[in-house]
């Protein structure tokens, strides 16, 4: 298959009816990659007709909980979903610190739930990752490959959060940048110039400068919608997805709101404010 983007989550933790936590699949002709697994992951997975063990791997951004809070469910559900007895431990990506402590300990309260199923269903498996940690640093490093597909990191800024990072996938058809929870910086050049695709986490500062003092702390490590209208058009992307959406829209009008603070930012590209599910295709555009 051409290289496909799905955003399988665009909501953040404040919970919606309509919005899983934050996700992305990328599929290649070679490969099924998952980046975060928020809240209703692995339904969203099983909307695009992916049972978790179809992944080849699993890639971290940060250790915020809306961006794992789905990880056990993607990895016990991938276990039990597994009739051949065979499954073996799933690749995990995950830049070192809090993220990778958490994917080393996050089955640890299921372990009396895997014993028993072990047991009652006589299999000779269990749920399990094989843990490739790296460091983050401000220089895109390659983090994965297999085949035509490259993945690389880059930290991003997402302080009192560290270390967070975005990942850049290359393939035969083009390349995808997902930056993850992140300020617009400097670091994101670095990630995403040239990209076909952008998957760009967004929130309006404008509405959030209206909240009551005290909730105001999430500007502080969040992308203002103005400034990556500003940043995606010097850099050049053709297509700019938004997720994370922050306010979340909720009408015409709300979605109208992130088109229009990104075109006043100069952005003259294609661009989607996501909804779950929307997915967006590369074909050869590097030939
Ligand atoms: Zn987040
Ligand atoms: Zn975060």
Not at 83 to 91: A, E, F, K, Q, V
Not at 192 to 218: C, H, N, S, W
Not at 252 to 263: P, S, Y
Not at 267 to 274: N, P, Q, S
């Amino acid at each position: 298959m051409p290289t496909t983007v799905t955003i399988t989550g665009t909501g953040c933790p404040i919970p919606s009816a309509h919005r899983s936590g934050p996700g992305v699949l990328v599929q290649t002709n070679d490969v099924a990659l998952q980046f975060d697994a928020g809240r209703g992951t692995t339904q969203r997975l099983a909307s695009c007709e992916l049972w978790p063990t179809d992944l080849d791997a699993f890639f971290a951004t940060h250790h915020h909980s809306d961006h794992l809070v789905g990880f056990a469910d993607l990895l016990l559900t991938r276990w039990v979903m597994d009739r051949t007895d065979s499954i073996s431990d799933l690749p995990v990506i995950v830049p070192e610190g809090p993220a990778e402590k958490f994917v080393n300990h996050v089955l640890d309260a299921w372990l009396d739930d895997i014993a028993v199923r072990k047991s009652h269903s006589k299999r000779s498996t269990e749920p399990g990752t094989e843990i490739f940690p790296f460091a983050a640093t401000n220089n895109l490093e390659e983090v994965w490959s297999r085949g035509d597909t490259k993945v690389s990191a880059c930290r991003v800024r997402h302080e009192p959060v560290f270390p967070a990072v975005g990942y850049r996938i290359e393939s035969s058809d083009g390349v995808v940048a997902i930056t993850g929870d992140t300020l617009v910086c400097d670091e994101v050049i670095t990630l995403a110039t040239g990209a076909d695709v952008l998957v760009y986490e967004a929130m309006r500062f404008e509405e959030i400068q209206t909240l009551p003092e005290k909730r105001q702390f999430i500007l502080d490590y969040h992308a203002d919608t103005r400034l990556i209208g500003t940043q995606v058009q010097e850099i050049g992307i053709k297509t700019l997805i938004l997720t994370h959406l922050i306010p979340e829209p909720c009408s015409q009008e709300d979605e109208q709101a992130f088109i229009d603070d990104i075109r006043e930012g100069g952005f003259t590209g294609e661009l989607i404010v996501a909804n779950d599910l929307d997915s967006v295709t590369l074909e050869n555009n590097l030939t």
